[in-house]
């Protein structure tokens, strides 16, 4: 009997069967070890993409393998839900954002299903969803309890086309919105904040704690939270009010000669004289239409105004000017600098430009810099001068050095005190949009802002909702929902109107999965403390700084509200590379070429130009015709095909260069596997012989026991599937080539295939598996141990040199002595060839390596 390889059906019918036992169910044995797998749950756009089917099969396979070797595993599988995709297609096509959220949801999760992914599916959470959101609201509320969430009036990013704020991170280098590529403006709003800050300086230091994390990702989150180390000085207006700076180099405040305060600094209008209230106030207008990003680019024109004020520098005593510019921001530091132009590039700028005193303070070895005359500021090493106490010390941070001995000094003196800064600001997490989970408040007239009680929760969306895609959000035009009475005096009240950002909903929905039906809580500190951290996290780089550092704050806030008892959420981390395909680049005009409009693709030009055209690997994108889509290829070839050949083609963390005559020779493997079982099932041996192994029988035990060792090894640490998945192709050609397919062995080789296979292509493995005659699942086998007798090695191969030429090899005993070795190099026929009728004159034994005769 043999049978043809038909994936449609065997997958079709494995998933079908295994959905009905439960196979993927999670294992609540505490007597198990635990294993935590998790990919990061997708965005229900509708379509599943090569960049998913890549991060969820390397995770399935994580999952898998840790099953067999005994651990209880839990993998599961969600919606980041909510979002401005399901809004705009409100707006576009009139269909509300829940019915067009959960279609797609519906959609992808069969598209998933037919991935063979071995999700626990009753686990599923979905973040748009009211017994999730719930929950939300409740962690928001902590927060809230907490101090930990406020609002505050501040400039934000607004974007004129969307009608939203958007965070820092969604403009681009070019101050556009990421999604409508609208030019940001600046507003001032009042907006919700979470005090992420106060987490900074514990975010910096468990990072330590994640030797498990690539650590390019770890350098990124240091790099986003930014330390510096300083001090905080207070500076005295003329008329007595504090102006505090923050400086990282304290040593030079004796060449600070003008001030600079942010546009926005509360006491900008308390310091503008009237002979400059007019030119201020322009000057503040101007800068409130500008973004961030406009406003600090390095070679912009310095631009500012003075306010008419002075301020004493309060170690020189010296009568300094106040100015204001937009380079310097309210949200960093304290919105006011103090400047040295002599040591600052950019204060120097600015000084020559407004005709401002530059005083030296760091003289550098060997020359005599002058105010007056130097040309460009010197940022660099020297020794101090004119700096009263700190003169002669050198110049830069560390011990002895004048940083160190500034901060002591303005300690000493009660003139400042040293500091630590950070990059990182509190979080902005209101958004003026519908499609969001909405912030559990109240604003009461008489009470202020009042939480939402936990028993009234969750705040519902209203579903009845007109999209007209302009003005304020849709919630804040619903009168009914918008009045309630207040829930502390009951009186007349409104409800918060802002929606929280759906990183928010990301960052716990981890937290939610080993307890995801709870009814009465987020989740059940037992539960979620006994699966917790996650033992093995999977996804996209692009998600390297926010994401992650998001969920390691909410999990610091809940573990300091006893409701979690571990520091850090994610143990190991693997940012998978992108998929790419080829795409056709027009080199002169940059436009990309569909495939199909180009006449011969051996030598590919642009239709319109006739230029000959590039052919670029890039990542899959509509815009650059390259996109491949997993359906068709799990139509043409099944699911595991495709999941061989992305293990296959590349390490996980390296991109992945589509190639469909690799993905036809993983479907040929997998044939190649599916005939060797089949075969062998067929020719109905039994499989008999005891006592000594043959050669060919040793040497086919020693070809499996190698395969389990090494597809171990690759599985553990650094996960190389692409090796494991050569191991897996060398042991079938093994079994193929064999002469002894009657032996035990060769049983012993087709089952330990067919185990070491299952986690990369499930569904024939269990197919095979079954037909061997098992009537329980091969993914409830052990994970195969290997046997360190049948790995030894009782012969190796012997390299045969004639004059130091290497002629070939023979096989020959291990540990065989140096005599022996050139015995039965001399026999050899090989040797025989070329020494055959000539004298030798000299043999040369290497042993263990080779033998080298020298001729005449
Ligand atoms: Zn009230």
């Given at each position: 009997m043999e049978s043809r390889y038909n994936p449609a059906e065997i997958e079709e019918k494995w998933q079908a069967a295994w959905d009905a036992q439960g196979l993927d169910q999670t294992l609540e044995n505490p007597s198990k070890p635990k294993f935590y797998a998790l990919s990061m749950f997708p965005y229900p756009s509708g379509n599943l993409h090569m960049g998913h089917v890549r991060n969820y099969t390397i995770t399935d396979v994580i999952a898998r393998v840790q099953r067999m070797r005994g651990y209880r595993v839990l993998h599961p599988m969600g919606w980041d839900a909510f979002g401005l995709p399901a809004e705009n297609a409100a707006i576009d096509r009139g269909i509300a954002p829940a019915k067009w959220t959960y279609q797609n949801v519906a959609q992808m999760r069969a598209q998933l299903k037919r991935l063979g992914l071995s999700y626990d599916w009753n686990r599923e959470v979905t973040t748009c969803s009211p017994d999730y959101y719930k929950w939300t609201q409740w962690i928001f509320l902590q927060f809230f309890q907490a101090g930990l969430a406020y609002q505050k009036e501040a400039a934000v990013n607004w974007d004129p086309i969307d009608q939203t704020v958007l965070a820092n991170e969604q403009v681009d280098s070019e101050g556009k919105s990421w999604r409508s590529g609208a030019k940001v403006e600046r507003r001032l709003l009042k907006q919700w904040f979470l005090k992420i800050t106060d987490y900074a300086e514990q975010l910096l230091q468990d990072l330590n704690q994640l030797d498990g994390w690539p650590e390019r990702v770890r350098l990124m989150q240091e790099n986003w939270i930014g330390k510096s180390t300083g001090a905080e000085v207070v500076f005295k207006t003329e008329a007595g009010d504090d102006l505090t700076v923050y400086t990282t180099r304290p040593d030079t405040l004796w060449g600070a000669t003008f001030m600079v305060l942010s546009p926005e600094h509360p006491l900008v209008d308390k310091l503008t004289t009237p002979a400059q209230s007019a030119a201020v106030a322009a000057y503040k207008a101007e800068a409130a239409g500008k973004s961030e990003i406009d406003r600090t680019a390095e070679d912009r024109e310095k631009t500012g105004v003075w306010t008419g004020s002075y301020a004493i520098n309060p170690v020189s005593d010296e009568k300094i000017p106040v100015w204001i510019a937009d380079y310097v921001l309210m949200g960093y530091g304290t919105g006011a600098i103090m400047a040295v132009p002599a040591h600052d590039q950019r204060d120097f700028e600015f000084a020559r430009k407004f005709g401002l005193k530059v005083k030296v303070v760091v003289q550098p070895e060997g020359e005599t810099l002058d105010g007056d005359t130097m040309t460009v500021a010197h940022a660099g090493e020297g020794v101090m001068v004119h700096s009263g106490p700190l003169d002669g010390i050198p110049a830069g941070k560390g011990a002895g050095q004048s940083v160190e001995a500034a901060v002591k000094w303005l300690e000493a003196n009660g003139k400042g005190k040293g500091t630590a800064n950070y990059r990182l600001r509190d979080w902005?997490?209101?958004?003026?949009?519908?499609w969001g989970c909405p912030i559990p408040v109240v604003h009461c007239p008489s009470c202020g802002t009042v939480p939402v009680p936990d028993d009234q929760l969750p705040v519902t969306l209203p579903e009845q909702v007109e999209f007209s895609g302009r003005g304020p959000s849709p919630l804040a035009k619903l009168e009914d929902w918008v009045n309630v009475p207040c829930p502390s005096c009951g009186e007349p009240a409104k409800r918060e109107t802002d929606t929280m950002d759906t990183f928010i909903c990301s960052s716990w929905y981890f937290l939610r999965y080993p307890d995801a039906r709870n009814e009465s809580a987020a989740f059940d500190p037992a539960k979620t403390n006994d699966w917790m951290p996650v033992d093995q996290y999977v996804g996209g780089i692009e998600h390297a700084i926010l994401h992650l550092l998001y969920s390691r704050f909410f999990t610091k806030v809940l573990r300091d509200r006893h409701l979690l008892n571990f520091d850090e959420p994610f143990k190991r981390l693997l940012t998978q590379g992108m998929v790419q395909a080829a795409a056709y680049k027009n080199p002169v005009t940059g436009k990309y070429i569909a495939p199909a409009d180009i006449a011969d693709l051996s030598d590919p030009r642009d239709p319109a130009t006739g230029d000959r055209l590039e052919v670029v690997f890039e990542k899959m994108s509509k815009s650059k015709y390259n996109g491949i889509d997993p359906k068709d290829v799990l139509e043409k070839y099944g699911a595991d095909t495709a999941r061989m050949f992305i293990l296959f083609?590349?390490?996980?963390e390296k991109d992945l260069e589509w190639d469909d005559a690799d993905v036809e020779g993983q479907f040929r493997f997998l044939n190649r596997v599916w005939r060797l079982v089949t075969e062998f099932q067929a020719s109905g041996a039994k499989p008999q012989g005891s006592g000594e192994l043959t050669k060919p029988e040793k040497d086919l035990r020693r070809a499996i026991h190698t395969a389990i060792k090494e597809i171990t090894e690759d599985l553990e640490g650094d996960y190389q599937f692409n090796t494991a998945v050569s191991e897996l192709m060398k042991l079938s050609n093994a079994l193929n080539d064999a002469p002894c397919k009657e032996s035990p062995v060769y049983a012993e080789g087709i089952e330990t295939l067919l185990a070491l296979l299952a986690p990369f292509a499930p569904h024939i493995a269990e197919e095979l598996w079954h037909l061997l005659g098992h009537a329980d699942s091969v993914h409830h086998h052990a994970w195969p141990v290997a046997d360190p007798e049948a790995l030894v090695v009782d012969e190796i191969p012997l390299v045969i040199q004639i004059m130091g030429k290497t002629r070939g090899t023979i096989q020959v005993p291990a540990g065989a002595d140096a005599q022996t070795l050139e015995q039965l190099a001399t026999e050899s026929e090989l040797a025989q060839r070329y020494i055959e009728g000539k004298t030798i004159k000299k043999v040369v034994v290497v042993p263990g390596k080779l033998v080298n005769f020298v001729v005449q």
């Open positions: 902005l997490i209101s958004r003026q949009r519908y083609k590349a390490p996980p």
